[in-house]
Structure formats: structure tokens, C-alpha cells
């Protein structure tokens, strides 16, 4: 880690000249200017201060900032085979229950089903990428075929079914996670 460049980052950002830092730090302008060039490294108690005065201390100033994932690839990916409903689920974005969406690709072999998911808070939205299936919310039954969207309250139980005589997929996406 470059200190001295950091330093420099929060001082601009503060609006600080090097001379100001100096003067609230009590440190001399050449001081800040080597630190900041990284040709001179200030003691902890040096650097408390210097910190101090950016507005920040040095459990911040040295914790690396976290980056979300934001592209996920194909071994990114999690499957889950259910022979007994005949479908299968392909979680594309793993550990997505930190989330407030998970989204899911669902494959429903003939005559395939989802399992039954309860009532929520929250909401569902699919899109139907390939063949033709039935969502099934509560006793309520509708028909969605491939490049049809459907969008619900979660606030029955519902599933999805296959009954068609092909493979059917559908980018299936639930808030909160709930799959």
C-alpha cells in the first residue's frame, strides 16, 4: 500500500494544501511533502495525527474497501437437480441470499415441476426463455410461453409447471431471496 499517495488522496479531497495539513498536524510542509512522495514514513503517533486532521483514523484509512462481484461466470454457477419434480436450478449468482433478489435458471423436463414455494413478503418476476409453462399462484393457474414475463406478489404460495412435451427454461428472480 502506498501511504503517502493515500495521504495525498484525503488531503486533496478535504481540500487541505500541503501547508494547512502541516500547520493542524504541527508537522513541517516539507514533512507532509515527503510522506506523501513516500520518501519519509511517519511514526504510528505521527500518523494518528496526520489522520486526525483528514477526518479519519487508521482502522479506516488502512481497511481495503470491498468490491461486490459484478460479473459472474459459467463456474460461478451452482445446480441443483431435483429428480423427483424432474427440473433442475442453476443458481447464477452464488451466495445471492445477501442479496434483495435472487435470480435463478430454472429447467422444467416434461411434465416437471418447481417445489411449491410458501407465501412471502416480497415479489416474483420470470421471464420464459424457452418452451411453455403454467405459473401457478394460490389456485390461480396462467399460461406463459417463450419471451412472456410474469410478475406476482409473493403473497400465496405458488410454483411453476412444465406440461408441455419439451424442456422449458425460465430466468426466474424472487425478492427477497426465497429459493
Avoid at 493515500?6 to 494547512?20: H, S
Avoid at 519519509?40 to 470491498?66: K, M, R
Avoid at 415441476?113 to 393457474?141: D, R
Wanted: proline letters at 3%; aromatic letters at 10%.
Amino acid at each position: 500500500m502506498q501511504i503517502g499517495d493515500k495521504i495525498k488522496q484525503l488531503r486533496i479531497k478535504t481540500n487541505l494544501t500541503q501547508e494547512e495539513l502541516a500547520n493542524r498536524s504541527e508537522l513541517s510542509k516539507g514533512f507532509i511533502s515527503q510522506v506523501e512522495r513516500d520518501l519519509t514514513s511517519p511514526s504510528i503517533a505521527t500518523l494518528v495525527d496526520i489522520l486526525e486532521c483528514l477526518g479519519t483514523n487508521l482502522n479506516d484509512f488502512f481497511s481495503e474497501p470491498t468490491q461486490d462481484k459484478i460479473v459472474f461466470h459459467k463456474e460461478d454457477v451452482f445446480v441443483q437437480e431435483n429428480n423427483e419434480l424432474c427440473h433442475s436450478i442453476n443458481w447464477i449468482i452464488p451466495n445471492a441470499q445477501k442479496n434483495k433478489m435472487e435470480p435463478v435458471l430454472i429447467q422444467l423436463q416434461k411434465n416437471g415441476k418447481s417445489s411449491i414455494y410458501s407465501a412471502h413478503e416480497g415479489e416474483v418476476f420470470g421471464y420464459v426463455l424457452k418452451g411453455n409453462i403454467n405459473v401457478n399462484i394460490g389456485e390461480q393457474k396462467f399460461n406463459a410461453v417463450e419471451g412472456e414475463s410474469f410478475y406476482y406478489k409473493a403473497n400465496s404460495s405458488y410454483y411453476l409447471d412444465n406440461n408441455s412435451d419439451v424442456e422449458a427454461t425460465v430466468l426466474w428472480v424472487s425478492t427477497p431471496p426465497n429459493f
